[in-house]
């Protein structure tokens, strides 16, 4: 189970929003200065990621809790996202450059159904992940709180 720390941030009929702080090692690496995800943190900035979860531990607003995801579950999603539609253009490529070779095309057809074969592996992808996140097993979850919200009592004015 990969967990992470988050901050509860409303809770209303059994869900829980919580607010999750992304951290990067990007200021301990030697190689930020030609690092993608370097360079998109600073132009994009850090935004928090917020999910909506059961609230089976019964936390409160405020309440610092530890989320879990599946390893598996990270693991599908990693190879959904780059390698179906990683083998889509290269499959497409080849096919194209395939029917090339019988024809007088060119360059222009394996360009082509690469390009196809790519836009049909991000749709598989995206049809993959729909399916993925309906499945209990893979979804994140609350599993315990660290530190509880301490009650604000305002002064009585009179």
Known sequence: MIEEHAIVTST??????????????????????????????????RRPQRLLLANKIDVRVGDEVIVGMPEAALLKAALAAYMVPLAGLLLGAIVGDLMSAE????????????????????????????????????????????????????????
Not at 15 to 33: H, T, Y
């Open 103 to 158: 024809s007088s095309a060119g360059e222009s057809l394996p360009l082509l159904t690469g390009a196809l074969g790519f836009g049909a592996g991000l749709f598989a992808t995206r049809l993959y992940s729909r399916r993925l996140a309906t499945d209990p097993r893979w979804r994140t979850v609350l599993l315990r709180r660290v530190t509880q919200s301490l009650p604000v009592r305002l002064p009585d004015v009179r």
């Open 12 to 45: 209303e009929a059994g869900i829980a929003e919580v607010e999750i702080k992304r951290r990067s090692s990007c200021n301990a690496c030697s190689a930020r200065a030609g690092c993608g995800v370097s360079l998109l943190d600073r132009v994009l900035g």
